[in-house]
């Protein structure tokens, strides 16, 4: 409150012994003070209260996407173990220095997608053979099953100083 108000604070009486204003003290002044604090106590009051009310929000949701993250997690381990993709192919034989040594495919991997085939689409090898002379000179996505895991490689085709664009040899799984 304004210094000239004689240290009169925000719970000091406005009022002498007998019941009458005091005339030491600008009322008015006072009271037009007492009345801006006391909106700008309450203004501050109603926003603590938005500021808490988001962070609990905000915690719950944190709450809830760890738990989700943590079952997503769970149920894809599951799966994982449970079933593996059926393959549909096998690499037999692999050249060294060839872009399929190259790329990390080994023998005995089991195909499960060779870009687009995967096992309900696959009719023979053709099919393997089309989408590696589509794909000269850029990376294919393959997946294997590599003693009981799946794995990711990128395989590029590309002519190499071998025979055919892989230099690894694929047979067909008999089902």
């Known amino acids: 409150l304004p210094s000239q108000q004689k240290g009169v604070g925000m719970d000091e009486p406005l ?15 006072v009271r037009t003070a ?36 943590e079952a997503e997690a769970l149920a894809e381990a599951m799966s994982q173990t449970q079933s593996l993709p059926q393959p549909f192919a096998k690499v037999n034989a692999v050249t060294p220095g060839s872009p399929a040594s190259i790329s990390g495919l080994q023998v005995d991997d089991e195909i499960v997608e060779f870009g687009s085939v995967n096992a309900n689409n696959f009719q023979n090898l053709q099919n393997i053979a089309t989408v590696v002379q589509h794909s000269e000179g850029r990376p294919l996505s393959v997946t294997v099953i590599r003693s009981g895991k799946k794995v990711h490689v990128g395989l590029t085709p590309k002519r190499w100083i071998g025979k055919g664009l892989l230099g690894c040899n694929i047979i067909p799984l008999q089902r």
């Open 15 to 29: 009022v002498d012994a007998e019941g009458f204003p005091r005339d030491d003290i600008d009322l008015y002044q």
């Open 34 to 69: 007492r009345h801006n604090i006391i909106c700008l106590q309450n203004d501050h009051k109603a926003l603590m209260k938005q500021v808490e009310e988001a962070l609990h929000q905000l915690h719950a949701r944190e709450k809830e996407k760890h738990a989700r993250d």
